[in-house]
């Protein structure tokens, strides 16, 4: 069940689905198997990602974009050889497509597990996402049944992603950030994410994926409750001990809305290097007319932001073309490779 030619089936059908008024998912027990394998890959992966190496594209909320989500794979390429993508969260929700936008990532995930990562965000829980428009989505989709199971199934799978990464052994990777509780790394490899079901239960994990950076007049501030009424704001002190500490350079987060896609936080005021980076993929989101981002970072440690327009990737027939090529392209390569290896 689910072999790799099958995987790569259904990312073919979502990618074909994008010009197609009738937009086919696939069934129930498809769903199944592909949360299934997703599990048994993700599982394997500690809370803390560690080791990734080479060069990475760094991808910030989805939010239930796929046309974005494959521009973004179209654009770099895919995630095999020296090519790999850390996902920092948040895919369902807000957008029209969460359903495609997972199962093309847990796709991913299970056909090129050393070279795609998942990373939790706040709304791959599921008393966010019943609220947020996930669970609407399958209903009104999948019907009153089928739904209700596919989001059963869905999000089952939450729980297994890990929480953040650490990138080349220098850069630190979360979907929200850091607070009072987080001060090593090792705080963070020792939760034990399985036993977490309810995004209220205070902790290690809430923090991760609810905290945002905040600039303070005053320098001595560490941590601040968030407005948010969850997790914590942290300041730029803050930043720079966590990072002093654990021997790290910066901090790539997502959960923020941005206009142009990513927002340089925090500074540094003499090198004026970037050490807090927040980067957002969902380009025009909830009708806010923002760009999109990625950043790409070489294996030689540079960096570079990627943009891109809600024109660019639902409204251009070139792009729509381009996706197609994107589909029949690298399905009949891995196809071919497949048939090597098996
Ligand atoms: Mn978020």
């Given at each position: 069940m689910a072999t790799n030619s099958e995987l790569e089936k259904i990312r073919e059908s979502i990618v074909k689905s994008r010009s197609s008024v009738f937009v086919q998912l696939p069934k129930l027990d498809t769903i199944r198997t592909i949360c299934l394998r997703a599990k048994e890959t993700l599982k394997k992966e500690n809370s803390l990602l560690e080791n990734i190496e080479g060069k990475v594209i760094i991808v910030g909320d989805l939010h239930g974009n796929i046309d974005d989500l494959l521009h973004i794979v179209y654009q770099h390429g895919f995630p095999e050889r020296n090519l790999k993508y850390l996902f920092l969260g948040d895919y369902v929700d807000r957008g029209e497509n969460s359903i495609e936008t997972m199962l093309y990532l847990l796709c991913l995930k299970i056909q090129f597990p050393d070279n795609v990562y998942l990373i939790r965000g706040n709304h791959e829980f599921v008393d966010m996402c019943s609220y947020y428009g996930f669970s609407e989505e399958c209903v009104t989709r999948l019907g009153m049944l089928d739904g209700s199971l596919a989001f059963k199934e869905i999000t089952s799978v939450f729980p297994y992603l890990p929480l953040a990464a650490v990138i080349q052994n220098e850069y630190f990777a979360v979907h929200g950030g850091i607070s009072s509780r987080i001060n090593t790394l090792d705080d963070i490899r020792n939760v034990d994410r399985f036993s977490i079901i309810d995004y209220h239960q205070s902790g290690v994990l809430t923090d991760l994926v609810w905290g945002d950076p905040k600039k303070f007049r005053n320098e001595g501030i560490l941590t601040k409750p968030s407005e948010r009424g969850i997790g914590e704001y942290y300041s730029e002190t803050k930043t720079k001990l966590f990072l002093k500490t654990n021997k790290l350079t910066a901090i790539f987060r997502a959960h923020e809305v941005c206009d142009e896609g990513y927002n340089e936080v925090f500074t540094d005021?003499?090198?004026?290097?970037?050490?807090c980076i927040t980067v957002f993929s969902a380009s025009n989101y909830c009708n806010m007319n923002n760009k999109g981002a990625v950043l790409v970072l070489f294996d030689d440690g540079s960096l570079s932001t990627y943009q891109h327009t809600s024109e660019s990737t639902s409204d251009s027939e070139d792009e729509k073309e381009q996706l197609f090529y994107l589909g029949d392209a690298c399905f009949n390569d891995l196809a071919m490779r497949n048939s090597i290896i098996v």
């Amino acid at each position: 069940m689910a072999t790799n030619s099958e995987l790569e089936k259904i990312r073919e059908s979502i990618v074909k689905s994008r010009s197609s008024v009738f937009v086919q998912l696939p069934k129930l027990d498809t769903i199944r198997t592909i949360c299934l394998r997703a599990k048994e890959t993700l599982k394997k992966e500690n809370s803390l990602l560690e080791n990734i190496e080479g060069k990475v594209i760094i991808v910030g909320d989805l939010h239930g974009n796929i046309d974005d989500l494959l521009h973004i794979v179209y654009q770099h390429g895919f995630p095999e050889r020296n090519l790999k993508y850390l996902f920092l969260g948040d895919y369902v929700d807000r957008g029209e497509n969460s359903i495609e936008t997972m199962l093309y990532l847990l796709c991913l995930k299970i056909q090129f597990p050393d070279n795609v990562y998942l990373i939790r965000g706040n709304h791959e829980f599921v008393d966010m996402c019943s609220y947020y428009g996930f669970s609407e989505e399958c209903v009104t989709r999948l019907g009153m049944l089928d739904g209700s199971l596919a989001f059963k199934e869905i999000t089952s799978v939450f729980p297994y992603l890990p929480l953040a990464a650490v990138i080349q052994n220098e850069y630190f990777a979360v979907h929200g950030g850091i607070s009072s509780r987080i001060n090593t790394l090792d705080d963070i490899r020792n939760v034990d994410r399985f036993s977490i079901i309810d995004y209220h239960q205070s902790g290690v994990l809430t923090d991760l994926v609810w905290g945002d950076p905040k600039k303070f007049r005053n320098e001595g501030i560490l941590t601040k409750p968030s407005e948010r009424g969850i997790g914590e704001y942290y300041s730029e002190t803050k930043t720079k001990l966590f990072l002093k500490t654990n021997k790290l350079t910066a901090i790539f987060r997502a959960h923020e809305v941005c206009d142009e896609g990513y927002n340089e936080v925090f500074t540094d005021s003499s090198s004026h290097i970037p050490f807090c980076i927040t980067v957002f993929s969902a380009s025009n989101y909830c009708n806010m007319n923002n760009k999109g981002a990625v950043l790409v970072l070489f294996d030689d440690g540079s960096l570079s932001t990627y943009q891109h327009t809600s024109e660019s990737t639902s409204d251009s027939e070139d792009e729509k073309e381009q996706l197609f090529y994107l589909g029949d392209a690298c399905f009949n390569d891995l196809a071919m490779r497949n048939s090597i290896i098996v």
